[in-house]
């Protein structure tokens, strides 16, 4: 079935056309993000050659995506806007709450009935609105959208960082927060900063254990968490041409973990191949038609460095398995070198879980390759040392894998396969062992590997690696084992190598899927009545947050000096407080408690000026609130790193966090920010921030004349009465300044 097939044609129609405009408005070559973000400029009149990472501009998306987590604030939101049906197509995916612990069989059942006031409002809300639903099991978000939403040239917006999976069918696909999609969703412009552009030239071509998941890895090495940080990375060159879709879906995927606010890949046959495979073979013939509008001009690749911030050159051919970790995506290092960081620096060498799935690495392909190493295990009599848990991406990829074979192989190993879910990527893993706190190592084929993240326990170290690297290490059951050049002894005594791994990278005999979990909205919507019951703790209405009163903030108590990364998962946790997610008092109960107090060195302890005492931080900000106090966050680099949740600006503000001061923030997170009203502020000087003390009082001045590109004054009183002052910095626009006049973005529609 290809869904929204008209406006697909519509697109098509146009596309071109749109392209060729932007070129002779702009007379030069384009790339192929410049020829994508043109052609979706809201208002084509005002249409220019827009500075990259300096203008804001107005986008019109084809469409939105919802996780379930996100999607209960976004819908909330859009209940408010008086819209009858959203503006473009839309679809909810019921994918985060689902916990992994005994396995499908078992967990699909419990999360059901655990979640069933939230699986009913959000079915409930979409068929009011007309917008497509996807059952619990059906798969994760970025798969299921790859499998049957991306197209070519296209742009869309998701209520989930890891968006940009689109980006592996040529598509410009970003994660933002529930008010951005909202925004789309009622028709109104959508707001981005032009951003700069890393192009990425792949050479040569993968062979033996080297997967497309190492090219993100190796990047991620060199471009660092933040080294994206408002840029588009655009991949070109010969090399991508031997990348399958969903291979290029899994690099695009982890640029989030670089901070990009995308990745994209050129039109080629794998995509259309793709396409054709999963029945949608009119969007091939349409993108093919345009295929010279869908990749970047030849200009361009003769002469990147003229059109690109920066490039960036991976030979395909040379390059080795990654592993990346403990704690952050970016420390990464070849295999080669992997046993040498282990015993450096003291990580537990036993490798007690593998664990192959998630939004990135749960395609047919991935499972493919896995299995034919698990299919190893018996052919070369040896013994799995460590436990092996899946995720597959999709009902679509479960039922083919479990045709063809491979479901079977994992689980005679004994693998245990969960719901086509998240669970432990997102930190929905119920893990039994005799010590939730001990130091130990598991490696994953998701994203992020932050501390507490999978199984909540501080003291894991998760390691990032292909699904084919995982599930060799899981075989051997050592961090030290290198696939390529060591050897494992059998059960017979017997010195035995692994293979590399091979696999097909879609189904020979085509996809299979009994019921692929799609429920369509109703006919009339008006007929649909979407109920939140007053007692309930899992959903609460929205209430308007208010307007700002025209005055400085003065004397605001510190509430937190963060120290170290602090990102969306320490701002607002995810596992256990995913039940809260439509239920804003309830959910802010967790906010900033895994961040660190640079004072104290511990979590979730702060000093309260009221009482004089140590407690919560989020009991601190109630109390603040609750005595008509505003008060302030400070914070070092990259703040809001990591997940598009809006929970993590929407908490503070609910307790009446007015600003937050950072060294820099993440891009996600600094949009979310401003879309609720609050004040999100970078040091000019960074060193100011050694100024702040824990019982400071601090003023911010300058809000009465507000404007962009002016700098705000900070004023500190410090315990003893003296007064330090400096200046802090925005990126406020106009329209961004008025968001925080009428104390959201979503009030200004009201």
């Known amino acids: 079935m290809v869904y929204d097939i008209e406006m697909l044609r519509e697109f098509y129609a146009l596309y071109a056309t749109k392209v060729d405009e932007a070129k002779n408005k702009l007379g030069r070559a384009m790339t192929l993000a410049e020829k994508i973000l043109y052609a979706h400029v809201y208002d084509e009149t005002v249409l220019r050659n827009y500075r990259r990472g300096e203008d804001y501009v107005n986008f019109r998306p084809n469409r939105v995506a919802m996780q379930d987590a996100t999607a209960q604030m ?44 939230v699986y009913e409002f959000l079915k409930s809300v979409a068929a009011k609105y007309g917008i497509g639903f996807w059952k619990p099991g059906a798969g ?60 990425v030239k792949l050479s040569g071509k993968l062979s033996g254990w080297a997967s497309p998941k190492d090219v993100i890895l190796k990047l991620a090495g060199i471009l660092t968490v933040k080294g994206a940080t ?76 003229l059109y690109y911030d920066r490039v960036i050159e ?74 092996l848990i899946i995720n597959p991406g999709s009902e679509q990829v479960y039922c083919t894998a479990q045709r063809d074979g491979m479901i079977h192989n994992f689980k005679s190993v004994g693998g245990v396969i969960m719901t086509n879910a998240c669970g432990p990527c997102i930190g929905q893993w119920k893990r039994e062992t005799e010590d939730n706190t001990r130091p130990n190592s598991i490696v994953t084929s998701f994203n992020r590997n932050f501390a507490k993240r999978a199984d909540g326990n501080p003291n894991t170290h998760a390691f990032v690696a292909s699904p084919e690297l995982a599930m060799a290490l899981t075989i ?72 700002w009163d025209g005055e400085d903030l003065i004397e605001m108590p510190l509430l937190i000096k963060t120290q170290g990364k602090c990102t969306t998962d320490h701002i607002s946790m995810a596992g256990p407080w995913l039940r809260f997610r439509g239920h804003l008092e309830n959910i802010s109960d967790n906010m900033l408690m895994g961040a660190v107090n640079a004072f104290n060195g511990q979590t979730n302890s702060v000093w309260n000026r009221l009482t ?95 404007a962009p590109g002016r700098p705000l004054q900070v004023i500190v009183t410090h315990e003893n009465g003296e007064k330090e002052s400096f200046e802090v910095a925005h990126t406020y626009n106009e329209l961004q300044i008025n968001w925080f006049k009428a104390g959201a973005a979503l009030n200004m529609s009201l």
């Not at 390059?319 to 995506?329: A, H, K, Q, S, V």
């Not at 036993?350 to 052919?379: F, W």
């Open 476 to 547: 051997a059951g050592d961090l030290c084992f290198n696939p390529l050049t060591d050897t494992l002894i059998n059960v017979k005594g017997e010195s035995v190598k692994l293979d590399p791994p091979v696999g097909d990278t879609l189904p020979v005999n085509g996809f299979t899927v009994d019921d692929n979990g799609y429920v369509a909205p109703s006919a009339d919507g008006k007929e649909v009545e979407v109920v939140i019951s007053p007692d309930s703790k899992r959903l609460q209405k929205l209430a308007r947050f208010a307007p």
């Open 612 to 706: 004089g005492k140590y407690e919560a931080v989020s009991a601190v900000a109630k109390q603040y609130k609750a005595n008509g106090i505003a008060s302030i966050v400070v914070a070092e680099e990259n703040y809001g790193e990591g997940s598009s949740r809006e929970h993590a600006a929407m908490e503070p503000r609910f307790l009446n966090v007015r600003a937050i001061l950072a060294k820099s923030f993440a891009r996600i997170h600094e949009t979310n920010l401003k879309k609720q009203g609050m004040l999100a502020l970078t040091f000019i000087n960074k060193e100011d921030y050694d100024k702040i003390q824990e019982h400071d009082r601090i003023s911010l001045l300058g809000l009465k004349d507000f």
């Open 230 to 305: 408002n840029a588009i990375i655009e991949y070109f060159g010969e090399g991508t041409a031997s990348l399958s879709a969903t291979g290029k879906a899994t690099i695009c995927n982890m640029g989030a973990e670089v901070g990009a606010t995308t990745s994209v890949f050129p039109y080629d046959e794998e995509m259309a191949h793709y396409l054709c495979v999963t029945g949608r073979d009119e969007i091939a013939s349409l993108a093919s038609a345009s295929s010279a509008y869908l990749k970047a001009d030849a200009e361009v690749e003769a002469s990147p460095e």
């Open 314 to 387: 991976i030979n395909l051919s040379e390059l080795e398995p990654y592993i990346n970790g403990p704690f952050t995506p970016d420390a990464a290092c070849p295999i080669s070198e992997f046993a040498a960081k282990v015993k450096a620096n003291g990580y537990p060498q036993q490798m007690e879980v593998g664990l192959i799935g998630s939004c990135t690495n749960s395609s047919y392909q991935d499972l493919s390759r896995a299995a034919s190493l698990a299919r190893q295990v018996k052919e070369k009599n040896l013994a799995i040392a460590a436990s």
């Open 140 to 199: 994760i978000i970025h798969q299921v959208v790859l499998e049957n939403y991306a197209f070519p040239g296209g742009m869309m917006v998701g209520t989930d960082s890891h968006t940009p999976n689109a980006g592996g069918l040529g598509m410009i696909a970003i994660g933002v927060g529930g008010a951005d999609a909202v925004d789309v969703m009622t028709g109104m412009e959508w707001e981005l900063k032009m951003p700069k552009l890393i192009g």
């Open 74 to 117: 976004a819908l909330l939101q859009f209940m408010n806007a008086g819209k009858s049906v959203s503006a473009v197509p839309a679809t909810v995916h019921c994918d985060h709450l689902i916990q992994a612990y005994k396995g499908v069989e078992t967990d699909l059942p419990v999360a059901c009935t655990a979640n069933k006031e």
